[in-house]
């Protein structure tokens, strides 16, 4: 089946740092990956959508140049929290949208999560 | 815009009870519709779908169907285990573009012995 991997899992950091996180689809192609972000006991906030070789597209309230996001190939697409404060801890997670006949349902698979803890 | 609503929980149920998770949806046209489950401190897993009216999403014993004329995708399940035990969210997607997907606030199940 479609997995997704993270990496890392944990990470924890000091305020005024920079974490990036990366997400893998390893048996399939993604043209388009998918950041979301989740506090604890909520839902999943969409905070971008990454399409391989362009700019990410961010949902409105996200800031650009604090979650800068990469995607460099068909397999990978990295998420930077630039800057990292204590409000950004979180729970992120990511989804790869495997690539499909062009129109059709589309099923996106998600990655374990990553748990950043910002000192 | 596209929405969708769940029923609040948390659910608790024993071992072997019939579960239903509500979910109905606000979209234009023919949205697919899914059903999402995250374990305690994982990602979420793809647990069924279903992309028209009428068509049954099933896996591991859990079934939704698309209900157009009601807009709703329960989820069922006749008799649950302890290790169902997690948070499900249903989402929808709107074909075209880039299929985001929009969650609902997520129903936690917790199934007692």
């Known amino acids: 089946g479609a997995v997704v991997s993270q990496h890392p899992s944990w990470v924890i950091c000091k305020s005024g740092t920079s974490v990036k996180i990366e997400c893998r689809s390893l048996d399939f192609q993604a043209t388009t990956m998918f950041w979301y972000r989740q506090f604890p006991k909520q839902s999943l906030m969409l905070m971008a959508t990454s399409n391989e070789g362009s700019k990410a597209t961010y949902e409105q309230g996200v800031e650009k140049d604090k979650f800068l996001i990469n995607h460099a190939s068909l397999t990978l697409s990295t998420l930077t929290v630039t800057s990292a404060h204590p409000e950004d801890s979180s729970f992120y997670i990511c989804?790869?949208?495997?690539?499909?006949?062009?129109?059709?349902?589309?099923?996106?698979?998600f990655g374990p999560g990553t748990r950043l803890l910002v000192l | 815009g596209d929405s969708v609503t769940q029923m609040e929980g948390p659910v608790t149920l024993s071992e072997e009870a019939f579960l239903t998770i509500n979910c109905t949806y606000t979209?234009?046209?023919?949205?697919?519709l899914f059903w999402y489950v995250q374990y305690p401190g994982e990602g979420l897993q793809l647990l069924l779908k279903a992309t028209k009216a009428d068509d049954k999403g099933s896996n591991k014993g859990f079934e939704a169907t698309y209900r157009k004329e009601t807009t709703s995708f329960h989820l069922e399940k006749g008799s649950v285990q302890v290790s169902d035990s997690a948070v499900y969210f249903c989402?929808?997607?709107?074909?075209?573009?880039?299929?985001?997907?929009?969650f609902g606030a997520g129903t936690r199940l917790a199934v007692h012995p």
């Open positions: 989804s790869a949208r495997e690539r499909g006949i062009a129109g059709g349902p589309r099923t996106q698979y």
């Open positions: 979209a234009t046209g023919y949205p697919s």
């Open positions: 989402a929808l997607s709107r074909a075209g573009g880039y299929n985001k997907l929009i």
